[in-house]
């Protein structure tokens, strides 16, 4: 998709125009990919010399929102007190430059216990136009990561080209997605599991990428027009049995809360609390829930394979371009090659926190 043009004419094009588009191009996919989507078989694969998670947890549940505009903004105090009051805390990704975001309210939300990321910079679909583009912005990206104290980073619609993204001064990246055949930018890892973007042979620390798991609500909810969270259960039903990573990315900008007027483009916040409740009733004493940061330093404080390096995760035929050049030039593997593992510090909380003695290096 020649994502410049997309963008240059979307702002033009009415939202229920956009929406009713989106929607019949949407259910051509479904019908073309139901049997690999939500759940392909092919993602559930373990990788090899896999530990499991910590403190014997069954799998592992990582809840994060993306936030587009200042509608979704509005919601974030409201969606944060419905989390709160079922005991989770999700991880929050605020667009620097496209709308205001008030530092009371970021300050508030990490005293509370939330996690903070960046998400792209403007959201405009540039980000990885060239090579200029990019270096241009990011400076500004890696200031806004050190102003806001997170080294979390996620990108707009799903583009990534994860060893640009490598410069970036993070720990971890939440840029791709195990399998997704709505998504623009269509490039699926084909893992239920993170993995370590590091180039060879490269001194820098490289990071941790975790690919979403569960289907997008904006997908779910207004594409297709779910009116049950069913989809999100059986995806989750399934990953809790394979041992894998449960990350959900929802729109606080769609979700419509009591009072609010119904919209196109929106769905009942009910949806999603409800998944919560199903979350913590059935696999409340069986998944560790983690923030983003928390997974990357287990993840990251894990011994790779004694041959092999970091062991490269398996080919995907749904690899984009340019995460099929990072395969063949080694930057997608399992775990942290060696002499790119976490800081000593590190290793020594994880393993006081974790009990899992004899994987950590």
Same mark, same amino acid.
């Given at each position: 998709?020649?994502?410049?043009?997309?963008?240059?004419?979307?702002?033009?094009?009415? %939202?229920?125009?956009?929406? *009713?588009?989106?929607?019949?191009?949407?259910?051509?996919?479904?019908?073309?990919?139901?049997?690999?989507?939500?759940?392909? *078989?092919?993602?559930?694969?373990?990788?090899?010399?896999?530990?499991?998670?910590?403190?014997?947890?069954?799998?592992?549940?990582?809840?994060?929102?993306?936030?587009?505009?200042?509608? $979704?903004?509005?919601?974030?105090?409201?969606?944060?007190?419905?989390?709160?009051?079922? $005991?989770?805390?999700?991880?929050?990704?605020?667009?620097?430059?496209?709308?205001?975001?008030?530092?009371?309210?970021?300050?508030?939300?990490?005293?509370?216990?939330?996690?903070?990321?960046?998400?792209?910079?403007?959201?405009?679909?540039?980000?990885?136009?060239?090579?200029?583009?990019?270096?241009? %912005?990011?400076?500004?990206? #890696?200031?806004?990561?050190?102003? @806001?104290?997170?080294?979390?980073?996620?990108?707009?619609?799903?583009?990534?080209?994860?060893?640009?993204?490598?410069?970036? #001064?993070?720990?971890?990246?939440?840029?791709?997605?195990?399998?997704?055949?709505?998504?623009?930018?269509?490039? $699926?890892?084909?893992?239920?599991?993170?993995?370590?973007? !590091?180039?060879?042979?490269?001194?820098?620390?490289?990071?941790?990428?975790?690919?979403?798991?569960?289907?997008?609500?904006?997908?779910?909810?207004?594409?297709?027009?779910?009116?049950?969270?069913?989809?999100?259960?059986?995806?989750?039903?399934?990953?809790?049995?394979? $041992?894998?990573?449960?990350?959900?990315?929802?729109?606080?900008?769609?979700?419509?809360?009591?009072?609010?007027?119904?919209?196109?483009?929106?769905?009942?916040?009910?949806?999603?609390? #409800?998944?919560?409740?199903?979350?913590? %009733?059935?696999?409340?004493?069986?998944? @560790?829930?983690?923030?983003?940061?928390?997974?990357?330093?287990?993840? %990251?404080?894990?011994?790779?394979?004694?041959?092999?390096?970091?062991?490269?995760?398996?080919?995907?035929?749904?690899?984009?371009?340019?995460?099929?050049?990072? !395969?063949?030039?080694?930057?997608?593997?399992?775990?942290?090659?060696?002499?790119?593992?976490?800081?000593?510090?590190?290793?020594?909380?994880?393993?006081?926190?974790?009990?899992?003695?004899?994987?950590?290096?």
């Amino acid at each position: 998709m020649n994502f410049d043009f997309y963008y240059t004419v979307r702002p033009f094009i009415p %939202r229920w125009i956009q929406i *009713e588009l989106r929607r019949r191009i949407t259910a051509w996919q479904y019908r073309r990919n139901r049997q690999c989507w939500p759940v392909s *078989e092919l993602a559930g694969a373990p990788p090899p010399f896999w530990p499991g998670w910590p403190q014997g947890k069954r799998f592992a549940v990582v809840l994060t929102h993306d936030i587009e505009r200042a509608n $979704g903004v509005k919601h974030c105090e409201a969606l944060a007190s419905l989390e709160e009051e079922r $005991g989770f805390r999700s991880a929050v990704a605020f667009v620097p430059l496209r709308y205001e975001t008030p530092e009371p309210l970021r300050r508030s939300l990490a005293g509370r216990g939330f996690e903070i990321m960046v998400h792209d910079l403007y959201h405009d679909g540039k980000l990885f136009r060239n090579w200029h583009t990019f270096t241009d %912005r990011r400076r500004s990206i #890696d200031e806004f990561l050190h102003r @806001w104290e997170t080294r979390g980073f996620c990108t707009g619609a799903m583009q990534h080209n994860l060893p640009w993204i490598s410069h970036l #001064d993070i720990d971890y990246s939440v840029s791709t997605y195990d399998v997704d055949p709505f998504e623009p930018h269509a490039c $699926g890892l084909g893992r239920i599991f993170p993995c370590w973007v !590091h180039a060879p042979d490269s001194k820098t620390r490289g990071f941790i990428e975790m690919p979403y798991t569960l289907p997008q609500d904006f997908t779910a909810f207004v594409l297709l027009r779910q009116e049950s969270n069913a989809i999100w259960r059986r995806k989750l039903d399934w990953i809790a049995s394979q $041992g894998g990573m449960a990350l959900i990315k929802t729109h606080p900008d769609y979700m419509v809360f009591p009072g609010e007027r119904k919209r196109i483009d929106g769905y009942p916040v009910e949806l999603y609390t #409800d998944f919560l409740d199903y979350l913590a %009733r059935r696999y409340g004493d069986e998944a @560790w829930f983690a923030q983003p940061s928390e997974v990357a330093r287990f993840w %990251r404080g894990l011994c790779p394979p004694k041959t092999g390096g970091g062991a490269a995760i398996p080919f995907r035929e749904t690899f984009c371009r340019t995460c099929r050049e990072a !395969h063949a030039a080694g930057w997608l593997n399992h775990y942290p090659t060696r002499g790119a593992l976490a800081r000593p510090a590190e290793f020594a909380e994880i393993a006081e926190q974790r009990k899992i003695s004899g994987h950590i290096c």
